[in-house]
Antibody
Framework: QITLKESGPTLVKPTQTLTLTCTVS??????????VGWIRQPPGKALEWLAL???????RYSPSLKSRLTITQDTSKNQVVLTMTNMDPVDTATYYC???????????WGQGTMVTVSS | SSELTQPPSVSVSPGQTASITCSGD??????ACWYQQKPGQSPVLVIY???KRPSGIPERFSGSNSGNTATLTISGTQALDEADYYC???????????FGGGTKLTVL
């Protein structure tokens, strides 16, 4: 059974760097065609894709946020980490990580973690 | 353009067929997928690769994709289908995942 769980701070101050961890189980990050993505959703608003990392360490980023994002994976810990610099109140959202299925759909999502940006 | 456009809301009577559209430039040349999201819950994949249903998704959910429009169809809509629905595709020209703005489906 594939599961993903997000963890990280619930509150960050403006200008700080956010670090979120996605711990996965039920699959290997190094298995061919596997990918893990990060998606966020501000309260009451639509889903927004942030980043995606593949089994071969290839990485993709949202063009509008690319300068602020870094996605990495620690295969020994079964974790995918997302960092976002220079946080702003508009970055307040629920952040999800999700398992990528072939065809670039996300078939299994974590429960999400709510991050509030406020001084 | 790499944007996906959905109607903000769709209403349907119980037992009837609901259709939710997703429009984007040459969307039919890409794989489209659909997610269902109920309040306070994570999204659930209901259609992938245009018309495939993941295990556990009822047969009343179906999808199509051609030209500039992908469509999610829910046949025999039930009250429990009331939710927000999001389309998503991969834009190979910009190497990014794109989501539609979401459609609130009301069953009344």
């Amino acid at each position: 059974q594939i599961t993903l769980k997000e963890s990280g701070p619930t509150l960050v101050k403006p200008t700080q760097t956010l670090t979120l961890t996605c711990t996965v189980s039920g699959f290997s990050l190094t298995t061919g065609a596997v990918g893990v993505g990060w998606i966020r959703q501000p309260p009451g608003k639509a889903l927004e894709w942030l980043a995606l990392i593949y089994w071969d360490d290839d990485k993709r980023y949202s063009p509008s946020l690319k300068s602020r994002l870094t996605i990495t994976q620690d295969t020994s810990k079964n974790q995918v980490v997302l960092t976002m610099t220079n946080m702003d109140p508009v970055d307040t959202a629920t952040y999800y990580c999700a398992h990528r299925l072939t065809g670039d759909a996300f078939d299994i999502w974590g429960q999400g973690t709510m991050v509030t940006v406020s001084s | 353009s790499s944007e996906l456009t959905q109607p903000p809301s769709v209403s349907v009577s119980p037992g009837q067929t609901a259709s939710i559209t997703c429009s984007g430039d040459k969307l039919g040349d890409k794989y489209a997928c659909w997610y269902q999201q109920k309040p306070g819950q994570s999204p659930v994949l209901v259609i992938y690769q245009d018309n495939k249903r993941p295990s556990g998704i009822p047969e009343r959910f179906s999808g199509s994709n051609s030209g500039n429009t992908a469509t999610l169809t829910i046949s025999g809509t039930q009250a429990l289908d009331e939710a927000d629905y999001y389309c998503q595709a991969w834009d190979s020209s910009t190497a990014k995942v794109i989501f539609g703005g979401g459609t609130k489906l009301t069953v009344l």
